[in-house]
């Protein structure tokens, strides 16, 4: 369904939940690996998923342009994938840097994630890389996402998501190559 | 310099910007493309998993999750309230009133017929006044619905007074 009709049917009360679920099924399998990728463990991206849908929910019948729905929900995912792994650090009265120690350790032994060693070990790279950096990489490389959408998600201006790429995938490269 | 040879002279200045951040562009691109990322396309493959039916369930889930209960009225228009109460009077009528008394039956043969055509045709009861009056009828229904509803309550919501439906 397209994202203007699906707005449109939203504000009737008729159709407003097969408005919802229709939205949901088009963008759940977006929302859950944009939030897998930042906070890796399942259970979290599960969560993140779930708590983006709600502040979807509660927000669309205000939202407007349909033409952002996309890079609109994304934005929200992304700050829900922020706050969880904050979440994580109050919880475990820890700091973010054991936090993402901890994630990269959950790469070698969670059951939910395997693969092969350069696939892993592009992961433990990510989670050395600045959190803004490890966001635009993600939605540039695994995404293909276009500069002016990942602008609109993180407000970043296109030319410094550029800078910011570039200098991602040459850290990424000295760390995958060991040079 | 002309007005044209200005404008033409500017519009050259904005393409020449405009190709040499083109060359850059170009050459950023062509730099990505021989790195190891873009190299090994196996490496665009996440190496996670979830849990078999997922996404399948994840639907289901949401919307249990994110939509608010669908409200069912109890009561779909007044008549509708009218007959439960009608219906629901005759049920406690039929298991709480006691047996006629035969005591009160005889004082009531007492008094005669035409004394008690009287009284009905000249004295305004309160129970006439009670069902000629909506808002009163309205209230005195809803006040025996309340009391009916306190017995079941574990199938009805009390704040909101209405009948819940799982899922939307």
Do not use: C
Not at chain 1, 93 to 111: F, P
Not at chain 1, 153 to 164: D, E, F, M, P, Y
Request: negative net charge; proline residues 2%.
């Amino acid at each position: 369904m397209e994202d203007s009709l699906i707005l449109e049917q939203f504000k009737s009360d008729d159709t407003k939940h097969s408005a919802f679920r229709a939205l949901v099924d088009k963008y759940k399998e977006r929302v859950y690996w944009h939030a897998r990728k930042i906070v890796i463990d399942h259970e979290d991206a599960d969560d993140v998923t779930q708590e983006t849908f709600i502040k979807v929910y509660r927000a669309l019948k205000d939202f407007r342009e349909a033409s952002q729905l996309f890079t609109w929900i994304y934005r929200i995912a992304t700050n829900e994938s922020l706050n969880q792994l904050k979440k994580k650090q109050k919880r475990q009265a820890t700091s973010m840097d054991e936090v993402y120690e901890e994630l990269e350790n959950s790469i070698d032994s969670d059951h939910l994630i395997s693969g092969e060693e350069i696939q892993l070990k592009l992961q433990k790279a990510l989670l050395q890389l600045p959190e803004k950096q490890r966001l635009v990489f993600n939605m540039k490389y695994f995404d293909d996402l276009k500069y002016d959408e990942i602008s609109e998600i993180t407000g970043t201006s296109v030319g410094g998501l550029k800078a910011s790429y570039h200098l991602a995938v040459k850290k990424i490269e000295t760390y995958l190559t060991g040079a | 310099m002309t007005k044209k040879g200005k404008h033409i002279k500017i519009n050259q200045e904005a393409d020449k910007a405009y190709f040499d951040k083109l060359t850059d562009e170009i050459m950023n691109r062509v730099e990505l493309e021989d790195s190891l990322l873009y190299r090994d396309s196996s490496l665009k493959a996440l190496p996670f998993t979830t849990p078999d039916g997922y996404f399948d369930q994840l639907g289901d889930k949401m919307m249990s999750n994110s939509v608010e209960p669908k409200v069912i009225p109890l009561y779909a228009n007044t008549w509708l309230k009218y007959a439960a109460a009608v219906i629901l009077l005759f049920v406690v009528a039929v298991f709480t009133l006691k047996p006629a008394d035969t005591e009160t039956n005889n004082l009531l043969a007492d008094i005669s017929e035409d004394a008690i055509i009287e009284y009905a045709s000249t004295e305004e009861s309160a129970l006439d006044e009670l069902f000629l009056d909506e808002e009163v009828m309205e209230i005195v229904l809803d006040d025996l619905m309340a009391d009916i509803a306190f017995t079941y309550e574990d199938m009805i919501d009390f704040e909101q007074g209405e009948f819940f439906s799982e899922g939307y």
